[in-house]
Nanobody, 115 residues
Framework: QVQLVESGGGLVQPGGSLRLSCAAS????????MAWYRQFPGNQRELVAS???????TYEDSVKGRFIISRDNAQNTVYLQMNSLKPEDTAVYYC?????????WGQGTQVTVSS
């Protein structure tokens, strides 16, 4: 069973940056398209960005040009560089596979954008 551990969240001022990391245990990581999701209070998780096994990235419209997803298959890690952060980016961020079957969800990492 693959375990996901997200880290790198925190409190940042509007316009600031954060880099999120997601470490995955297990040997299937490099064979799966991966993604970052976020969850606002009371809402379902939404897809933020995804990256294929070959490194092709796609982004949700509201984060295009500000967020960059990347992966290091040797380290079983996926990253999300978040720049020009806005208060509306405040959420809990999770990583997981892009499609079914999903890994067990990690605990997520809280990102709070506030002055």
């Amino acid at each position: 069973q693959v375990q996901l551990v997200e880290s790198g969240g925190g409190l940042v001022q509007p316009g600031g940056s954060l880099r999120l990391s997601c470490a995955a245990s297990g040997s299937t990581f490099s064979a799966r398209h991966m993604a970052w999701y976020r969850q606002f209070p009371g809402n379902q998780r939404e897809l933020v960005a995804s990256i294929t096994v070959r490194g092709i990235a796609t982004y949700e419209d509201s984060v295009k040009g500000r967020f960059i997803i990347s992966r290091d298959n040797a380290q079983n890690t996926v990253y999300l560089q978040m720049n020009s952060l806005k208060p509306e980016d405040t959420a809990v961020y999770y990583c997981n596979t892009l499609s079914y079957p999903y890994y067990a969800w990690g605990q997520g990492t809280q990102v709070t954008v506030s002055s």
